[in-house]
Structure formats: C-alpha cells, structure tokens
C-alpha cells in the first residue's frame, strides 16, 4: 500500500500555549508544593478542590509576604532579582 501524498499518518501535535507570568506563577508554586508531577500528569483539573485551593492560597501569601499588590509586580521583582 502507498501513502498518499500530502496525508500524514501521524497523529496532529497539539500547539504549545504560550505561558503568561500567572502560568509561570501557578508552575512555580506547584512544584514548590510537590503538585507538579500530578499536573503534568492529569492537568489542572486532575487536582481536588483543596489542592486546587492550596495552590491558590499559596501563590496569594507569596504576594503578601513581599508586599506585592499584583501579579505585575511580582514578575517585576523576580526580573531584577535576575539580572
């Protein structure tokens, strides 16, 4: 049998999200609280209601701690702490 020119036998690869400062954010914290390897397995929504809300809480005490009012300000911070 031949293949037909133009057809792909191979499944589609789904498009790479770009990632905004609040997924970077969110991974960031996940990986802090051992939730990573649960969400690249299932994605965000494998995660329970309390775990969902521990990633939540933690990300808003991150902020807190370093008198941040927003999100902004924290990618602020995390680039001149870099360079």
């Not at 999200?17 to 960031?28: M, S, V, Y």
């Amino acid at each position: 049998m031949r293949k037909q020119a133009g057809k792909s036998s191979k499944k589609k690869e789904k498009k790479k999200k770009t990632l905004t400062p609040i997924d970077k954010f969110k991974i960031e914290v996940a990986k802090e609280l051992g939730l990573w390897d649960k969400v690249k397995q299932m994605g965000w929504a494998g995660l329970s209601a309390a775990e969902t809300g521990q990633v939540g809480g933690y990300m808003t005490r991150k902020l807190k701690e370093k008198n941040l009012k927003n999100l902004e300000e924290y990618q602020a911070s995390r680039i001149k702490r870099n360079k």
